[in-house]
């Protein structure tokens, strides 16, 4: 077996030779597509989920996690608590549409029974959601509620951060330059035809040269051609390309020979698998946008906590955001926190890098408060979460305490839950319910293990085999 950690003592960091070739690159803010457009969910044949797929619980709790993020993001923005909160309860074709969103981005995986975690489904909506405040601005309250009609010119906005004139004007002018065409021929600027002939509409552009309006201004020839048949030539389908350059486009402003490609093999120096290089990036493009301190900062931290390079390696081509988590007010207090359960910090890291960008306050201390108030010891729960990295990712008042409610009516002890604490990342409606309902039809009792993680053959045979044991008993 792989060691992923060596010891959980300090050492000198052998990538530190790395800083003697550190080279700065503008770090920017993640930015996410701005059409709003909304999926129904019909027959599945245009790509988008069919609602019977979703039981009509998960539907309930999904909706309520899409209030919970609106408004902490309204919040976040400088509403009052109470405008928030009012605006997520009396929108609820916007709410609609958000959860039409998860059920489209992550249609495989509700086909295959399994939940969104909190974390998850935050990923999700929150940069969605900020596309939309770039592109709405002061009035994103009303898009909202009115949603998907727009708001009406006589009601008066929600008051949100003031715009910037000068910041408005460079903006309007880049937008117009995309639907510019030239007097000669008629036809549009090369990068933007370029960009449609590759699957892109007008109104995409539109929205990512609002976000940054330099996109207006980059040649074909230039940067945008170069980067997109770059990551052509690395494997990158054309339709992750699209989705690349809508949540970063600042990449086609990076160079390709002096910035991009040596980039990209630092990270490689760093254990970064080349040949995983079009999911890593469609993963995060950010992360070539990364300057070497800041990477260098997070990897010198793993390698505090033990973790072998090889280990490192494989963090990042599996979770490269894990780099744009802060060491201090991130990685470290979560560390120290999981520490104090009895956790082997570098061991979790490693099987679940996700934990380390939840809230220590608001998503891992209430989890442990649930446990804790249900007979579990600071042992068991660390054991819990050592057996089961996800644990913590769950929603608590949307998955474990409804899971832990009808675990009660199973007749199976708590003790079962620090053996299978996985029982946790099956769909309740969809793979839990049954299961137990086919166990107790034939009158048979199999470990929670067997009942949840075996495949439907598999589990029929073990219920045949205990029933004939059971026979000759």
Partial sequence: MMKIFSS???????????????????????????????????????????????????????????????????????????????????????????????????????????????????DTLIPYLESLFEEHGDILVNVVENYPNPPGKDKSAVPIPPSNPVSDSKKLKAVSRVSETDPDGGNLRPHIVYLMDLGMDIEQIRSITRRFPSFAYYSLEGKIKPVVEFFLELGVPKENI?????????????????????????????????????????????????????????????????????????????????????????????????????????????????????????????????????????????????RYGALYTFSLTENLIPKWDFFLTTGYPKSELVKFPQYFGYNLEERVKPRFTIMKKYGVKLLLNQVLSLSSSNFDEALKKKMKKMQVS
């Fill in 242 to 386: 699209l989705t690349i350059l809508t949540k970063r486009p600042q990449l086609c402003g990076i160079s390709l020979s002096e910035n991009l490609k040596p980039t990209m093999k630092f990270f490689e120096s760093l254990g970064v698998d080349k040949n995983q290089w079009p999911k890593v990036i469609y993963r995060f493009p950010a992360l070539l946008t990364y300057s070497r301190p800041k990477v260098m900062e997070s990897i010198d931290f793993l390698l505090e906590l033990g973790l072998s390079e090889e280990s490192i390696g494989k963090i990042l081509t599996r979770c490269p955001n894990i780099v744009s988590y802060s060491v201090e007010d991130n990685l470290r207090p979560t560390a120290k926190y999981f520490h104090s359960l009895g956790v082997e910090v570098g061991v979790l890291l490693f099987r679940c890098p996700q934990n380390f960008g939840l809230s220590i306050e608001n998503n891992l201390k209430p989890a442990t408060e649930f446990f804790l108030e249900r007979g579990y010891t600071l042992e068991e729960i660390g054991t819990m979460i050592s």
């Fill in 8 to 122: 959980i003592q300090p050492r000198t960091p052998p990538f530190s030779l790395y800083k003697i070739f550190l080279s700065h690159y503008s770090r920017t803010q993640l930015s996410f597509p701005t059409k709003v457009f909304f999926c129904q969910a019909k027959s599945g044949t245009d790509g988008s989920l069919n609602l019977e797929v979703v039981s009509p619980t998960l539907l309930v709790a999904e909706k309520e996690e899409a209030k919970a993020v609106l408004t902490l993001f309204l919040k976040k923005q400088g509403l009052s608590n109470a405008i928030a909160t009012r605006t997520s309860k009396k929108s609820d074709h916007f709410i609609d549409h958000l959860v039409s969103r998860l059920h489209s981005k992550h249609k495989s995986w509700y086909l295959a029974g399994r939940e969104l975690t909190t974390l998850e489904i935050r």
